[in-house]
């Protein structure tokens, strides 16, 4: 398996709502990231787990609350989110810089 | 402080013509460096990778690129472009210590019939 799995690939949601975000890979890597990427611009990165533990906070709003579960699974909990907050959400997962894989990503919609 | 410029936003090309896509890095150390496309609405494909030994490395889809050490760039080419290359492209350069990747702004690439 060589593949970064995001569900759901769309999701809308209102600003009082709290929803979630997953990630899965059988690859073995021990990092994960998230990144959040607006409409005609590069990904931005958010959050780093390094062996299953918080590494990097790229400053990111606590209404963004990530979570890592186990080696393979890397949640991202959305709560009273921005309409500014709409973006491409990709999960990655590496080992080290080798072997970068990014997921498909979820289209998130705050309305 | 690491960082990746693409110079061009917008190239477009006729089907059937070369191509190159120019990117620099700045990065104290030898860099990690990697070429990505996204078509619209999807996630990134890594085209091709470069981490050490030769500076011309094949990807996937016919894409090459040749790192170059003195010029700081890390340039991505095709031959002969088809439409269905049309799409963005991002170079980026990765932190070895933390995995993290830095990426330059990016260059949408237009085919002409």
């Known amino acids: 398996d060589t593949e970064v799995t995001q569900t759901p690939k769309h999701l809308v949601m209102g600003m009082t709502n709290k929803k979630s975000l997953k990630c899965e890979q059988h690859?073995?890597?021990?990092?994960m990231y998230w990144y959040k990427q607006k409409a005609k611009k590069p990904p931005e990165l958010m959050f780093v787990?390094?062996?299953?533990?918080?590494?990097i906070n790229e400053s990111v709003p606590s209404r963004f609350s990530p979570e890592c579960p186990n080696s393979s699974l890397l949640n991202l909990h959305l709560h009273a989110l921005q309409p500014e907050d709409s973006a491409l959400y990709l999960c990655a997962s590496s080992q080290g810089s080798v072997g970068y894989t990014f997921g498909s990503g979820t289209r998130l919609t705050v309305v | 402080a690491q960082s990746v410029t693409q110079p061009d936003i917008h190239i477009t090309v006729s089907e059937g013509a070369s191509l190159e896509l120019r990117c620099n890095y700045s990065?104290?150390?030898?860099?990690?460096l990697f070429w990505y496309v996204q078509s619209p609405g999807q996630g990134l494909q890594l085209l091709l990778k470069?981490?050490?030994?030769?500076?011309l490395v094949q990807g996937i889809k016919g894409f090459e690129a040749e790192f170059k050490r003195s010029q700081s760039s890390f340039n991505l080419r095709k031959p002969s472009v088809h439409w269905s290359d049309a799409a963005e492209y991002f170079c980026a350069v990765g932190s070895g210590n933390t995995g993290k990747l830095i990426f330059g702004q990016g260059t949408t690439l237009q085919v002409k019939p």
């Open positions: 990065y104290g150390a030898t860099p990690y």
């Open positions: 787990y390094s062996y299953e533990k918080l590494s």
């Open positions: 470069y981490f050490s030994g030769d500076t």
């Open positions: 690859m073995g890597h021990r990092a």
